[in-house]
Nanobody, 122 residues
Framework: QLQASGGGLVQAGGSLRLSCAASGRTFTFVIMGWFRQAPGNEREFVAAIRRSSGMTYYADSVKGRFTISRDNAKNTVYLQMDSLKPEDTAVYYC?????????????????WGQGTLVTVSS
């Protein structure tokens, strides 16, 4: 129901854009977000956006470099990642929920995509 795409290999300083398309639901997700998990690390919050207002949330580590946006007509959320660093290397997961419980914690999301790998080389 959440299909993430856009990962790949990029050099440090480069850019990638991730997409997450939601489908198959009859209700509307009110919050959609991105999390990432590097090998040996816990899954961490990256960014989130409220579907109706467009309010955004960012982890401090990506603020100013990543931009989250949404296209409500397409039920799609995007993550534009600029000035990428090797430490951004991780599997990126999109997540969504029909309720707004918490935007910045994995526990606030019941629906998850399959993940897309982002590798940033130095």
């Amino acid at each position: 129901q959440l299909q993430a795409s856009g990962g790949g290999l990029v050099q440090a300083g480069g850019s990638l854009r991730l997409s997450c398309a939601a489908s198959g639901r009859t209700f509307t997700f009110v919050i959609m977000g991105w999390f990432r998990q590097a090998p040996g690390n816990e899954r961490e919050f990256v960014a989130a956006i409220r579907r109706s207002s467009g309010m955004t949330y960012y982890a401090d580590s990506v603020k100013g470099r990543f931009t989250i946006s949404r296209d409500n007509a397409k039920n799609t959320v995007y993550l534009q990642m600029d000035s990428l660093k090797p430490e951004d290397t991780a599997v990126y997961y999109c997540a969504a929920d029909p309720q707004l419980r918490t935007a910045v914690a994995a526990g606030g999301y019941d629906y998850w995509g399959q993940g897309t790998l982002v590798t940033v080389s130095s």
